[in-house]
Structure formats: structure tokens, C-alpha cells
């Protein structure tokens, strides 16, 4: 061990860990996309434009099960281990689960760990990512809250594994929801000859919608 390696991990034993932002990193809330005219949504490796304000959810919209999911980007800044013969990149990232921190003033919320499909972000790569900000056993619990109004800040960190089978987990990215109790109305057109086709993400939150 050189004095250099050695001075590092004495800082590290002072200080304590430091957030993982220098490999895998959650970069940004994604603005939604308009919905397509068939009223799906379709979302680019990206974001667009992102997210300048907090988000919105109604617990109790049962369609949903109350739940609040939002587009992300994430990054992958390891650079590429492939060397041109052939052989597996091992920077490449393999998301495959989440967990979310919570904190309010106005209501207690436990933290939770979610699994979630693998979601592979390519080295020096971008990808977006559907988190589940407010999953349905957490909406269930604020679907209670006392006066049916609630600020809740999350905290998400993504997990998983590079091509190496190294696993990470990134830094946390911050988001604030105010959470309401039978608050979410639908939307209308302007134009009385249409009707709305589609919302992203989803209907019982923030979201953007379309006529037609």
C-alpha cells in the first residue's frame, strides 16, 4: 500500500462513504412527453426538457392504485472497456432495482427497496428510466394523511451491476411530491370536438395530455 492509497482511505475512514455520482448517476427529472394520437407515450434515450417544479399524485385514483411514476435519465459515464476483438464490455450498466428514502413534516413514510426489469445503460451512455417515485404500498399509506395534504420529499438511488458483475448503487436524486387525497380531476379540451386520448405518464399525477 503506497502513502497515496493510504491517505485516501484514511479520509474516507474520517469523513465517512461519499455518494456514488462518478460512475452511474440519476441526472435529471424528465418533462413528460405530449402522448402520441394513439395516447401512448414514447420517450427518447434523453430528456427533451426537464422538470423545473415539484410533482403531483393523488393516492386515492384507484385506476392507478395511487401511484406516482416518473421519467429520469440516467448516465453511464465509465468509459468503454471494448478493445475491438469482441469481448464484453464490462462497463457497460445493468439497473435492475431501486430504493427510495422518504421524509416529510406531515406524515412518517418507511423506506423502500423496489426490483425492477434490467434496464442496461450503455458505457458513456444515457437511458430513461420509469421510477415508481410513489409505488402503490407507499400510496396506500399517504392515502391516509391527516387533512389529505402532504409534501414528501424522495430520495432515489438506483441499483445494479456492470458487465463485470461489480455492483454499484448511484448517489441519491431528490424530488419533492405534494401528495393530495382525492384531488385529480380529468382534463378537457379546449375544443369541444375533441376529446383527450392519452396522458403522460399516467393519469393521477402530473402529467401532460393530448386532444384529438
Known sequence: MNARTLMVLLLAAATGCVDNNASVRISAACFPPTPNDNGSCSYPAKCDS??????????????????????????????????????????????????????????????????????????????????????????SLLSGVPGGLAEVRAEIRATGHYGDGQAFETGPFSVVVNVVVGGWTAATCADSTQSVVGYCPQRGQTSVYACK
Open 50 to 139: 426537464v422538470m423545473m417544479g415539484n410533482l403531483w399524485v393523488d393516492t386515492t385514483y384507484a385506476p392507478t392504485g395511487g401511484t406516482l411514476y416518473w421519467p429520469f435519465q440516467a448516465d453511464n459515464q465509465r468509459p468503454s472497456t471494448r478493445n475491438g476483438d469482441g469481448s464484453t464490455n464490462t462497463a457497460t450498466a445493468f439497473i435492475t432495482g431501486y430504493k427510495i428514502a422518504y421524509s416529510s413534516s406531515a406524515v412518517s413514510v418507511p423506506d423502500v427497496t423496489l426490483d425492477d426489469s434490467t434496464r442496461t445503460v450503455e458505457a458513456l451512455g444515457s437511458t430513461l428510466l420509469s421510477i415508481p417515485v410513489i409505488p402503490w404500498n407507499v400510496a
